[in-house]
T-cell receptor, first 116, second 106 residues
């Protein structure tokens, strides 16, 4: 299957700093990438959908100025958590879809963010 | 709104068969996907049903009935390593159910 990587796999930062998470599709071109957040023992919550070369579409309740998404190429999307606070501590997972509908997605390994 | 409902937890013994049900209400439905997630890991794609009926992949099978807005994941010959959370997902934007935590006992 298709391979999606994420970097870093985990990060610890101080409150008020910004953290950038990269998501790469390694062996296919991802026209659409998705960013999810998952709290312990809970489901994945879709944060935003990004298409290469256009602005991301954010889900209701997700602050676009706090979670900056850039999909600069067909193989790279980045999520920047700006001015992070402890409540932003979570597991952030990206996924990529090649084309068509979003029902078959390939997930990255996730990034565990801890904000102190 | 969009929602996918599945049981929160299921327990079974090694070698048994278990069925995890999923009922859904989503817009722009294309099909139903199933994902497996082990503790601390990312979801792994298991199967996708675009059409009604049964899809079989080794020990795992998945079923979809569009008329009933219902599907299930069937796991056969359970192994300890199958202990994980299983999510159904679907919709125009992939929406996940709350997940079913499967515990396989010796």
């Amino acid at each position: 299957g298709a391979v999606v990587s994420q970097h870093p796999s985990w990060v610890i930062c101080k409150s008020g700093t910004s953290v950038k998470i990269e998501c790469r599709s390694l062996d296919f071109q991802a026209t659409t990438m998705f960013w999810y957040r998952q709290f312990p023992k809970q489901s994945l919550m879709l944060m935003a959908t990004s298409n290469e070369g256009s602005k991301a579409t954010y889900e209701q309740g997700v602050e676009k100025d706090k979670f900056l998404i850039n999909h600069a190429s067909l193989t790279l999307s980045t999520l920047t958590v700006t001015s992070a606070h402890p409540e932003d501590s979570s597991f952030y997972i990206c996924s990529a879809a090649g084309s068509g509908n979003s029902d078959t997605q390939y997930f990255g390994p996730g990034t565990r963010l801890t904000v102190l | 709104g969009q929602s996918l409902e599945q049981p929160s937890e299921v327990t079974a013994v090694e070698g048994a068969i278990v069925q995890i049900n999923c009922t859904y209400q989503t817009s722009g439905f294309y099909g139903l996907s199933w994902y497996q997630q082990h503790d601390g890991g990312a979801p792994t794609f298991l199967s996708y049903n675009a059409l009604d009926g049964l899809e079989e992949t080794g020990r795992f099978s998945s079923f979809l009935s569009r008329s009933d807005s219902y599907g299930y994941l069937l796991l056969q010959e359970l192994q300890m390593k199958d202990s994980a959370s299983y999510f159904c997902a679907g919709g125009g934007k992939l929406i996940f159910g709350q997940g079913t935590e499967l515990s396989v006992k010796p």
